[in-house]
């Protein structure tokens, strides 16, 4: 079954008035994995389990982006739910969702602007086995302006403690991948809070296709040299 932002994606197009553009709309691309059909990653869709679940709220068109990092979540987190973010209409199932006792939820945000009692640092395992309960993230998928809108305007979430990254989980997390990017994408922030949550092989997963994908997709953009070409089709990271 197609997972979660696929679905989202579907009903999204179907909702659309006028078609949607991506950038690079000319691409033939694969439909499973959304990058140039030449650089299908298809066959490295990496298969795990994990303890903790993703439940994304996507702003607007951000399931119809090629680009958009939260379908990599639902490729590799197998218990990820997808909804369309709207400030008027709330999904009863976001509700149910958030209610389900199965679920400790925790939305993903930046501490500065959260009340301090409602920040949380760590996702306490002992404490939620005890309670028969799963780490939940609750993660905001847009631009930042976007997200920060998302959790100003979802009364549903105000209740829920709030998973602030810190500086030094950040910082360590570009080391390893040196990246210089001001803000990590929805993909690298799961990766991030499946570590905290002690989802070791899902965290390292979700990582790693990340990468494969950023590498695919520029192929796809920009022809890659005879060494990458190489590279790409052996799976060895260059
Ligand atoms: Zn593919």
């Known amino acids: 079954m197609p997972h979660a932002v696929s679905r989202l994606r579907d009903q999204r197009l ?54 958009n990092t939260g379908w990599l979540i639902a490729d590799v987190v197998p218990d990820t739910f997808a909804f369309s973010w709207s400030r008027t209409e709330i999904d009863e199932n976001i509700l ?21 009692e409602r920040v949380v640092r760590d996702v306490p395992q002992a404490e939620l086995q005890a309670a028969g309960k799963r780490p939940l993230f609750v993660v905001l998928d847009g631009t930042w302006t976007e997200a920060r809108k998302m959790f100003r305007k979802s009364a549903y979430l105000a209740h829920l403690p709030v998973l602030s990254l810190q500086p030094d989980d950040i910082s360590r997390y570009r080391l390893r991948r040196s990246t210089r990017e001001e803000h990590l994408c929805t993909a690298e922030v799961t990766a991030l809070c499946l570590h905290l949550a002690a989802d070791v092989a899902a965290a390292q997963a979700l ?7 950023s590498r695919h997709y520029l192929a796809g953009r920009k022809p890659p040299s005879v060494a990458e070409q190489h590279a790409l089709h052996n799976g060895t990271a260059l």
């Open 14 to 67: 179907a909702r659309s008035q006028k078609p949607f553009l991506a950038r690079g709309a000319h691409l033939v691309r694969c439909p499973r994995c959304r990058v140039g059909i030449q650089y299908c990653m298809c066959a490295w869709q990496p298969k795990v389990t994990a303890h903790s679940a993703v439940c994304l709220l996507m702003y607007d068109a951000e399931p119809l982006k090629p680009t």
């Open 96 to 116: 149910a969702l958030l209610a389900d006792p199965q679920w400790q939820p925790y939305v993903v945000f930046p501490d500065e602007y959260v009340p301090v």
């Open 207 to 213: 990582e790693q296709w990340f990468a494969r994908f």
